[in-house]
């Protein structure tokens, strides 16, 4: 009996090791950083992944980080930590200036997209398993509320008081962002693969079957649609025209109020990048290796450039520069006139835009490293 006792304790004690030691979420506290509003990702919410800087030439590797998962989120922070979703189910929380862990989230299941920050709320959209999406307060280290819908896909958005998302059902949610009640939801009844682009007067959308959707912004109703010859991965709602790119290798630029085809310019391969746009100068990469510069007025050709691997990661913009990064671990900065300002080698693919922060930019590989990078004016790694 003594021996049948010991060994029923010795299963007990390995059962909460194997499955009782989910780190707890160390609460933040309550400072200026996160009265004055978190830095996001990409989701503006029009989707132009454009930061005011000056744009000086990444140098240096600042950290490199190596995690328990693949990362092919875009990441998220501010001054006090930087936000990295990964597949195994956790969302860790780095110190934007060495890499060092400072606590974790644990989720239900996969958060592969980029979470949304404002102020000491975090939204972050749970797949297939988890099925929701989920407001966190990083300062209570509770959840706010939480709405179910199946397999959200791509980034939320925050437009105003309110969120939205797509899901792989083809509904579109509009929710509070306070309360997550639902403000409309609009049924598309196709697979909705991108993060969903709004300004104040429309959303836009774009499907597995190609046609990308325009719905009324506070009502989700049905505006008009355009149907390309392949699956839409991404689309961006930039100065006055809707621009998306498609499996069939086609950017589009189309108006926004009517959906009628301004231009087409074609490329190679795929495209699943969203475009980013500065000064009338339209950014994004290709399957087929190469980094485009157009027009955005009429699609001419500015300049391109040849990269590695093919182009998964959305550009971003640092002032006049871009950066862009690839499947094969090429992480690279161009001026505006497309002159090649730097380049790194990072381990693994590059699945998620980059993302700058504060003067440094971080970047998600799929080898389970982040990085960050500086320029020399960027801070000094703080151990």
């Known amino acids: 009996m003594h021996t049948y006792l010991i060994s029923r304790g010795i299963i007990?004690?390995?059962?909460?090791?194997?499955?009782?030691?989910?780190?707890?979420?160390?609460?933040?506290?309550?400072?200026?950083?996160?009265?004055?509003?978190?830095?996001?990702?990409?989701?503006?919410?029009?989707?132009?992944?454009?930061t005011e800087s000056k744009g000086e030439p990444l140098s240096?590797?600042?950290?490199?980080?190596?995690?328990?998962?693949?990362?092919?989120?875009?990441?998220?922070?501010?001054?006090?930590?930087?936000?990295?979703?990964?597949?195994?189910?956790?969302i860790y929380f780095l110190n934007p200036q060495n890499g060092d862990e400072m606590t974790a989230l644990v989720t239900e299941s996969a958060v592969s997209d980029a979470a949304?920050?404002?102020?000491?709320?975090?939204?972050?959209?749970?797949e297939a398993g988890g099925d929701r999406l989920v407001c966190f307060n990083l300062v209570s280290g509770k959840i706010v509320w939480q709405q179910r819908m199946r397999d959200p896909q791509g980034a939320p958005i925050i437009e105003g008081d309110e969120v939205l998302i797509g899901a792989s059902d083809g509904d579109v949610f509009c929710l509070n962002?306070?309360?997550?009640?639902?403000?409309?939801?609009?049924?598309?009844?196709?697979?909705?693969?991108?993060?969903?682009?709004?300004?104040?007067?429309?959303?836009v959308f774009g499907t597995d079957s190609g046609e990308i959707v325009a719905l009324d912004r506070k009502k989700g109703e049905r505006l008009w649609s355009f149907s390309a010859h392949g699956a839409i991965y991404a689309q961006a709602l930039i100065?006055?025209?809707?621009?998306?790119?498609?499996?069939?290798?086609?950017?589009?630029?189309?108006?926004?109020?009517?959906?009628?085809?301004?231009?087409?310019f074609e490329t190679t391969n795929q495209i699943h990048t969203?475009?980013?746009?500065?000064?009338?100068?339209?950014?994004?990469?290709?399957?087929?290796?190469?980094?485009?510069?157009?027009?955005?007025?009429?699609?001419?050709?500015?300049?391109?450039?040849?990269?590695?691997?093919?182009?998964?990661?959305?550009?971003?913009?640092?002032?006049?520069?871009?950066?862009?990064?690839?499947?094969?671990?090429?992480?690279?900065?161009?001026?505006?006139?497309?002159?090649?300002?730097?380049?790194?080698?990072?381990?693994?693919s590059v699945e998620a835009p980059p993302a700058f922060i504060n003067g440094m930019l971080y970047i998600g590989t799929t080898q389970r490293r982040v990085y960050a990078f500086g320029s020399a004016q960027a801070p000094a790694n703080v151990p």
């Not at 949304?116 to 749970?126: G, Q, S, T, V, W």
């Open 239 to 264: 100065e006055g025209l809707v621009y998306c790119g498609s499996a069939d290798g086609s950017m589009y630029a189309l108006q926004p109020k009517t959906g009628e085809l301004v231009w087409k």
């Open 177 to 203: 962002r306070w309360t997550g009640d639902s403000v409309w939801v609009h049924s598309s009844k196709r697979t909705i693969y991108p993060t969903v682009s709004a300004n104040s007067e429309i959303v």
């Open 60 to 90: 240096r590797v600042v950290f490199e980080r190596k995690l328990n998962s693949a990362v092919s989120a875009q990441i998220v922070g501010n001054s006090q930590f930087i936000v990295v979703p990964t597949y195994n189910k956790r």
């Open 12 to 50: 007990l004690v390995c059962c909460l090791l194997m499955f009782g030691c989910v780190p707890s979420f160390k609460k933040f506290r309550q400072t200026d950083d996160v009265n004055s509003g978190f830095i996001q990702h990409r989701v503006n919410a029009n989707g132009n992944a454009v």
């Open 116 to 126: 949304a920050l404002r102020n000491e709320l975090l939204y972050y959209a749970e």
């Open 274 to 348: 969203t475009p980013v746009l500065v000064d009338g100068r339209l950014v994004f990469g290709s399957d087929d290796n190469t980094v485009y510069c157009l027009s955005a007025t009429d699609g001419g050709v500015l300049w391109k450039y040849e990269t590695s691997g093919i182009v998964h990661a959305s550009p971003i913009a640092i002032g006049r520069t871009f950066v862009v990064a690839n499947s094969a671990g090429g992480v690279y900065q161009f001026g505006f006139d497309g002159t090649k300002m730097a380049e790194f080698q990072v381990r693994g």
